[in-house]
């Protein structure tokens, strides 16, 4: 038993590895299941069997993506709860920024893939909802933890609202590709965020 879940971990591994750079090279259109398939080693029934369709490939590359490792743990536990012990409020939207320039590096290729795609793939399209879902819940979750010590200066859902703005990956692609360094676009937005949502 033991044995065959190594060699269907190892199988997931190899298709996610070779999903993942397929699709960043190549865009998801032009990357089919077959081409994963032969640059995983694998048949094209095993990736059907274990993931459905290429939808659900790109769901769990960007899962893995996300994660750095194929632990199912939740991104809050990942270090998002450690900034409830910054003493300021500065402290804790740089903290926050920075998490999500970690997030948008890790992921924001792959869904800029999804965005571009979900015109003509259903599930990309919620799965595209989902991640704006959960974003939206990761800066609700910051704002309250904000709040709870006093850094929020009005309204929390409005405040959230605005950090899920100011974190978006068009936001952040943006400010990339101005060249800007991680403590400028930091800077910036902090002190967007300090002038009308936080003490």
Known sequence: MVKREDSARRTEIAVIHAARNLFLDNGYGP?????????????????YKRFGSKAAVLK????????????????????????????????????????????????GPLVSLAKQAQATEPDLADFVRTIEKERRTGAGFFVKASADKGFVSF?????????????????????????????????????????????
């Open 31 to 47: 990357t089919t299941i077959k081409l994963i398939a032969s640059d995983a080693g694998v048949s094209q029934e095993t990736i």
């Open 60 to 107: 769990r590359v960007y899962d893995v993506t996300l994660a750095g490792d194929f632990e199912d743990k939740p991104m809050a536990d990942r270090g998002l709860r450690d900034l409830a012990k910054q003493r300021s409020a500065r402290g804790m939207l740089a903290g926050y920024v920075r998490f999500a320039l970690d997030f948008y590096d890790r992921v």
């Open 155 to 199: 309204d929390v859902e409005r405040a959230a609202d605005e950090v899920w703005l100011l974190t978006s990956f068009e936001l952040l692609g943006n400010a990339r590709s101005l060249g800007w360094p991680d403590d400028r676009i930091v800077e910036w937005i902090v002190t967007l965020l300090r002038a009308s949502a936080f003490n």
